[in-house]
């Protein structure tokens, strides 16, 4: 034991002078790298996604102010990162040897625990990443604010790896028309892909990409079908589908015996994809079918239809709000007739400005979504300070859709590099507002599936439950 603490002390502080070796082999002996100046950045930014001084970068090049130039060369001092890298070898050796006085008080596999040792000290894949993202900016009725909003969160994210050592190479794209602006050699060097938004747009780039890439769908969740037909698409955007599966797999969750299973359902409609998951889903349950008209009239047959013991769950097969409206009067007025009635539906509910909001909560409102923000998250008030901070404005929901799929994707691609698609089906990923846990569609896209639960209570407060 004493021999192999040796041999475990001297290869982990050989380890740093390893990764400097190779790291002199590969800058050839220079003493600075070579930046690119990006039309966003300036000199300050620069110097901080390098840690080093702005100072030092100016006396390197031999600028005699701060101002830059789109796509100028920089050169980069790199005494700072080998400065960083000997506090790194002193880190190593230091773990090395608080290993080694483990190992003789314990019965533990070396080889596991130097695995440990290692991984807790190479936590990255790497320490640079090259996103692209292609959005709509301008349209023929001027500019676009949610996409200018989606850009700010992803500007934001990509600021908070900055402060952990990651380098970010950003390239923004106007989207206009049908042609893609992202030429292939800029997309073959593109490790993240965000965007565009529609199915046809998105196609484009793809027809344009890479064999080994994949485009992320970061708003709108119709682009599914894309994932679905096998192209190389990830839907970042959980589809009204997940929803679907979600209410279903709640009501499972939470029925009892003696409770009822209510279907509401429209006259002379066609069944809607929920209907036909309530269908399939194995549970029993009655249905309640009428037309607009008649919704005045069916108090005594829906009472019919309930149970006073037991939980009366409510599902509203249907995408039009005037009968969505009317069924939720309905049950609301139930409410007040001492039936115990829970509502499942999907985010879109909320939508419906017809709808009593006093209403949703009275029928205790179980609803699924994509997107749900809770204010009193403390890492959320961080972000709304340093949104308003920077920006000066409120951020809005394409704000934190940016942020929250900039953080989740760019991360992956720092944690795993080059392989960081086949690390989308881990675990559930927990954003500001939107969720990620991603399941292989079988033709070879991925889709998002996660999807947040949150109870409207008769007292009027909100709770996120998942």
Sequence with gaps: MKNFRRILILVLCLLPLAVRAQDQQGQEEK??????????EDLNSIARNYNVDPQDIMDLNGLKNSILK?????????KKAKDKLSEAGKAVKDAAQQAAEVLDSTTTSWGEYLGQIISSIFNRETDTVNATLILPFTTSSGINGSNYDFYSGVLLAIRDFSDQGINTNLQVFDFQGSSNPASYSELSNSDIILGPLSTSNITAVLDDCPWNKYVISPLDSRAAALAEEGMHVIQAPSSTDSQFDEIISWIKEDF?????????????????????KLAQSGLQYATVNYGILQGRNIENSLQNQMTRTGVNHAVIASDKEAFVNDVVRNLNLMSFRDFNVVLYGPSRIRNFETIEVENLHNTHLHLCSSYYVDYEDASVKNFLMTYRALFNAEPTAYSFQGYDTAKYFIGLFVNYGSDWTRHLDGDRYRGLQTDFQFQRASQGGYINKAVRRIVYNPDWTITLLK
């Design 256 to 276: 009892r015996p003696g409770d009822r299973i209510i279907l509401f359902t429209e006259s002379n409609s066609q069944q809607t994809a929920l209907a036909g």
């Design 31 to 40: 003493d600075y790298t070579v930046h690119i100046v990006k039309w966003y």
């Design 70 to 78: 789109s796509r100028q060369e920089l050169k980069i001092p790199l």
